[in-house]
């Protein structure tokens, strides 16, 4: 018998069979500090993970937050739906938002503000 496939995974193989969807919605408390959490965890995690939807309704991210957030959909390559309806973002964040979600993440289909 060949000594067959168990064992030590690389971290490449680990990272995509874990996160696709990321429901956070409802989590009031996340707030500005989260969601500036959430950005550098996109961004440093994202290529060890198939993330294609990410779920941020009520969750009080702040303006400024959720434009840290449309940042790091750049690294996302296979996001595909970001929902951050009901959080009360003036206009100019979310022209912004929707702007750098058409441009840096292409497979976009589904932007809800």
């Given at each position: 018998?060949g000594g067959g496939g168990g064992g030590v995974q690389s971290q490449d193989q ?25 950005a550098s965890f996109l961004k440093h995690s994202a290529p060890y ?65």
């Open positions: 018998g680990v990272g995509h069979t874990c996160l696709q969807v990321l429901r956070l919605h409802g989590n009031a408390g996340i707030g500005r500090k989260g969601a500036l959490m959430l993970m198939p993330l294609t939807r990410v779920d941020l309704r009520w969750t009080t991210p702040t303006d400024d937050g959720v434009a840290s957030i449309a940042d790091a959909v750049q690294y996302c390559p296979l996001l595909l739906d970001v929902d951050v309806g009901g959080n009360d973002l003036d206009a100019r964040t979310e022209a912004l938002l929707s702007e750098r979600l058409t441009v840096l993440a292409q497979n976009l289909s589904l932007i809800h503000i």
